[in-house]
């Protein structure tokens, strides 16, 4: 268990104490942006890495409870939504995303997956470790989801300060029609759902995965799904 706590410890270091912070400044000042952005890539593949194996190889009979029916219920109905939002994310256009700031400026950016969330990918991460936590009740299972869970929330909020802090209006622009919260910019009325936009394929592929692993669980996970 304390590999796993110091993998955990070192993915979320690396993650919220770098990415967002003056040491990813300093360290582009000192060996350029390109090269900043291979060694992160590379650092984060590590500890990730780190964590799924030492989470794999930690004792599974520490239980804090243990799970229902409908606590599995909740994952499978939560996780085709999380890989809709992972798969739109990936494969859309975003001003949040390294490189494409400059879509701020754009009046058409905010369509599609952003008028749910602007941060896509990271909640589709926080949702299936969200989703996953309940019906995990086993200790070192919840320290993984945990981990992720602390990058992926905290990580939006360090995102959207750094893009206000760089892009001035043109983030407050879009921001006021967009929402980190799944759907609370459409909920509020600053903007509507519009399925159209969200692409056919991009839905049926988000749910092909998510029907994929359903029927791979045991191999991917280690265990099977029980209802």
């Given at each position: ?6 993998a ?15 040491l ?6 000192a060996?350029?942006?390109g ?72 009046p ?46 905290f ?49 049926l ?23």
């Amino acid at each position: 268990m304390t590999e796993l706590l110091i993998a955990a410890a070192l993915w979320i270091a690396t993650h919220l104490g770098i990415s967002s912070t003056a040491l990813r400044a300093r360290a582009v000042g000192a060996i350029g942006e390109g090269a900043y952005l291979g060694a992160y890539s590379l650092l984060a593949v590590a500890t990730l890495t780190f964590l799924i194996l030492a989470w794999a190889d930690a004792p599974r009979d520490i239980w804090l409870w243990y799970p229902a029916v409908w606590q599995t219920w909740l994952a499978l109905l939560l996780m085709p939504l999380a890989f809709v939002l992972l798969v739109s994310g990936l494969l859309g256009p975003n001003p949040t995303s390294v490189g494409q700031e400059r879509r701020l400026a754009d009046p058409d950016t905010v369509r599609g997956v952003l008028r749910i969330t602007r941060h896509p990918v990271q909640w589709a991460f926080l949702l299936w470790a969200l989703a996953h936590a309940p019906a995990n009740g086993e200790l070192a299972t919840l320290i993984l989801l945990g981990s992720i869970a602390i990058v992926a929330g905290f990580g939006t909020v360090l995102i959207d300060r750094k893009k206000a802090a760089a892009a001035g209006d043109d983030w407050q622009n879009f921001a006021a029609v967009t929402s980190n919260l799944p759907f609370a910019a459409i909920v509020a009325g600053r903007n509507r759902l519009a399925f159209g936009e969200l692409g056919v394929g991009k839905l049926l592929l988000g749910l092909l995965i998510y029907g994929l692993v359903i029927a791979s669980h045991r191999w991917i996970a280690g265990v099977p799904i029980v209802i």
